[in-house]
DNA sequence: GGGCTCCGCCTTTTT
DNA sequence: GGCGGAGCCC
């Protein structure tokens, strides 16, 4: 790389234009005029992303350094320089909220002029409008559909079972992912591992993908992976066409490069490569900017590829790298709390960065502890009420899952407190089953020939066309060959079918052609509801008496409000399919609920953190799946959520938690254990305190979670010192941490359900046995914290009475406290082992045992038939003792 | 052909 | 605990 054009360096300290004016002046372009109002306010480094705009450039931007800004402003400097109109612009998002937000900041900066800006979108919307151009050097039209995930499966149901396979053994939704996987790495049939190829459907996972392409062809359809796959194939076997999009794009830009996946790489690489030929002609490469940072690569899972922005000056030789790391949005303890954490990840190309708002009146990241997520909402609910009552905006909250199940329980509190809230890219509108119908509706009218959608609604609302009808048509459209409602309108002229179902029959194919013809005529908003109308789809919903039925004809009222937006039919279907998501209104005030996934990019006064545990964040599955890079990209996702803050960010973690329905005992993250003592605070629980499951703190060697090393003032608080007090006489050999199930007698779910009697007569002793839990030294030498726990109990607003079957343990109290333990409550013991030990094991603690996925292990706790076993290689594991042997 | 019941799986994240 | 699918019965 030059040394010169690096980082900070260069650009920055030049007259204004830096390397873009020198390069334009070379070519004999005009200078960049004198610094223009958009530039105002930009730093060095900024200003240099900005104004460096020829050649490839590649901007590290770390968590609020303003990267948004840099964009678009880069874009408005290349509109106002008059280097390239804005349809010679490509600028690829990740997400239509990234474009959409764009869009609009592109045109507060050059005055409301971006709808001439054509090539502004996601990959994948830029993908369809590149296939449309070309649809048939991929065996398609330009009028093609997007299948949805729903299609897709649905098809390749129909491919596995044409295959004589078993769909259970081999689900079509594997399946899918599979082929998802192998589209993101730009995968074609021949192209996949043979080992990928064989491990499917008893080795034919090649000719199912085959086949699903085949059909794709003949159905006219693309899915979200083609709209990648089709354009790269397009652009490799057609230098033309791809001469002509290097002809067109004279800058590109690409955010959160970090997340590009390899297929999405290839394309870009196609684009905005250097060609030999543009060589020749004496043209430079294209100017490519690619924006990313690796610290928030979180889409590993979809097949991003870190990999992609580490390797972009081997791909872009010459490259020009800018940092920037000055941070406008977070205190210095909450970028101090991040950084900390960030710093134990391996690999990154490190970032450091620095921000000038320091003043002692901050606050620092907090971290509190609750009993149950019960808890952990009604505290959260209680603090959101106290920032309100102090004059805070409920739009400038957010609370931050890590899992979309965390929710509901938000969620149900706040309904409860009458606290607004909005859920962002929860279920999706476009998604629910009436949008997806009435969609498949519109869908046949313009496109005859979608069988998908056809087959989705040609039965519902019901109108007597069952199996056996709907195979006999199937039947008679493979073998005429015909798309299946050209088939239905055949066959309801003949007498294959019964007189019943042929007339229903009849009546679906008479309502498509008058549907079909009315298209070009009528308003489209108003023949949508006509056909929504006449088909008896809404009578269906008006008929149904069930609780969903007057949101699903709210749902349909609003579709169809929302395709007034919308030039056509045809037009509204193209920009559903892609955009999956609903503007929400901001209009109310009302606290963010997200998963942190979606949270990238945002940022908010104060950010809620729950559900910092074991297993939920980091996500077991992550751990199990990914290793240790699955663990840093699960550390990566605390990081955005930390940076995500302005002012005030707020951990929490709890010590059970139901997951599948089911109690478990949880420890706290070990990401707490990395946060950096000096911007942390653990806070004295403002409720009733919220201990520890017993014995459940740490388990990742030494960590200040389990008590072993909380010496300095921050973990050194009251309620900090009885955590760790309460977590080290839990009474559990070696304090470390494990899942443990309550609820159904702690069984695994598969026989949860024949003990649902048993769980019954549990709960009602247990209720008996609370009172029990008031006194204070029984409790005491139960479990954590039995003051709050009384407390809790004398508490007129507690509604531990209203508590039903298979709710979580009471601290101090719990099942698993006076099992493990042997506390002072014996009726509950004995419930315990009643509902626990059906069959005594084989097992005693000392044994070692062998699993044939965790490998050896010590057994640690033998409670009836469920092991507790410290695997030497996976940690410590709750199995059935059927899942082990003597080792 | 429709409706009911039971079973199994699920819940990481999304264009 | 909740949903969808399959199978059974009417």
Redesign the pocket.
Known sequence: MDETRDQNAAPAGRPQGGIAARALAARGGPVAPPAADYLAGLNPEQRAAVETTEGPVLVLAGAGTGKTRVLTTRIAHILATRRAFPSQILAVT????AAREMKTRIGHLVGGEVEGMPWLG????IGVKILRRHAELVGLKSNFTILD?DDQ?RLI?QLIQAENLD??RW?A?TFANLM?GWKNKGLTPDKIPEGDARAFAEGRGRTLYRAYQDRLVSLNAAD??DLLMHPIAIFRDHPDVLADYHRRFRYILVDEYQDTNVAQYLWLRLLAQHSPERAQNGQEGVNVCCVGDDDQS??G??GAEVDNILRFERDFPGATVIRLERNYRSTAHILGAAAGLISVNQDRLGKTLYTDLHDPEHEKVTVSAGWDSEEEARAIGEEIEQLQRKGAKLNDMAILV????QMREFEDRFVTLGLNYRVI?GP?FYER?EIRDALAYFRCVCQPADDLAFERIV?TP?????????RLLHDYARAKGLPLLAAAADLVGGDEL?A??RAALAEVVRNFERWSGLLSTMRHTDLGEMILDESGYTEMWQADRSAEAPGRLENLKELIRSMDDYESLPGFLEHIA?V??TEQNAETDAVSI?????AKGLEFETVFLPGWEEGLFP????LD??GRS?LE??RR?AYVGITRGKRRVKIWFVSNR?????WQSTIPSRFLDELPEDHVDVLEPSTSYGGYGAGGMGGYGASRWDGNAFSTSSYGTPGWRRAQAAGGSGGYAGGRGRAIEYG?GGVS??D??SRASATADKYIARDGAAGGSGRPDAAARAGPDRAGFAGRLSDPFSDNRSR???QPPRKGGGLYSSARAGGPREIEGTLVAKSVADEPSRFSAGDRVFHIKFGTGTVAVVEGNKLTVDFDRAGQKRVLDGFVEPA
């Open positions: 990740f997400t239509n909220k996601t990959f994948h919307s995930t499966i149901k769909d259970k689900p939704r998802d979200f992976g979180i889409y899972w979809r890590r899992a979309s199940f890219g999706r089953q039965n019901k109108r007597g066309l069952g199996d056996a009808a709907i019964k019943r179902p892609l999956m998501d997200m998963t942190l996934h979606s996500h077991q599955r992550s799946e990914g699955g990209e699960e996702l139901r997951i599948h329905g089911m159904e779910g598969s949860a359900r039903g079957a298979n």
